[in-house]
Structure formats: structure tokens, C-alpha cells
């Protein structure tokens, strides 16, 4: 989860990532934040985040995005 922080503090800095639970929700994350995001999280993991999983339930945590993450990182 420490390289999903510090990818979303490169895209926003100084939020509290660890406690929030809306980052969408929120508009913390804006859908260019998120594109941002997507892109970012592609290339670090490998992974291929697709438009069906843009769902504010996949992003409105770190731990959310954590468990989108992996559950790719198996396909």
C-alpha cells in the first residue's frame, strides 16, 4: 500500500491519504486525478485497470484501491 501513497501524493500532495474513505465521493479525486491514477497504476504493477472497474467504490480508499490492485494483479 506505501507505493499506492506516495502515487497519489505525487498526483495531489499533502492529503491525508491514510484516513480517508472519500476520495471520490469527496471530489477529493477529480476524474483527471483519476485517469492520472489509472495510468500510474497501470505501469507500476503491471496491471490493466479497465473502464469497468471506474467505480467510485474502487477509489474512495487507499485500501479500495489496494484490493482493485490485487485482485488484477491475478488475472
Known amino acids: ?3 499506492i501513497y506516495e502515487i497519489l501524493s505525487k ?3 499533502g492529503k491525508d491519504y491514510k484516513n480517508a474513505t472519500n476520495l471520490v465521493d469527496g471530489k477529493i479525486l ?3 486525478n483519476i485517469a492520472r491514477l489509472v495510468a500510474m497504476l497501470n505501469d507500476e504493477f503491471d496491471i490493466e485497470i479497465t473502464p469497468i472497474h471506474l467505480i467510485p467504490d474502487n477509489f474512495n ?7 482493485l490492485v490485487v485482485s488484477l494483479d491475478g488475472e
Open 1 to 3: 500500500m506505501e507505493k
Open 11 to 13: 498526483i495531489i500532495p
Open 30 to 32: 477529480t476524474s483527471l
Open 61 to 67: 480508499s487507499v485500501e479500495s484501491i489496494y484490493k
